[in-house]
C-alpha cells in the first residue's frame, strides 16, 4: 500500500500476515526461507519489473488523493 511519508527514506521494510488459520512462526519461517533464496540468488528481471511496476502505481494513487 501507498505511504508517501516512507518516499526516499531510504528505508528497507519487510513484513509477512499469517495465511487464514496459519501462524506467526509458519509466516516467520516462509519469510526466512525467502530472505535465504534472495541473499544466495538476488533478485530476477521479473522481480525488478514487478516492484518498479508497483512503486509507480502507488505512487500514482499517492499522488491522486
Known sequence: SYSGE???SGNFVIYATPVPGGT???AEAALD???GRLAREGTT???IARARNRLLADTVVGNSV
Do not use: F
Open 6 to 8: 516512507n518516499l526516499d
Open 45 to 47: 528481471e521479473e522481480e
Open 33 to 35: 526461507t525467502e530472505l
Open 24 to 26: 506467526n512462526e509458519a
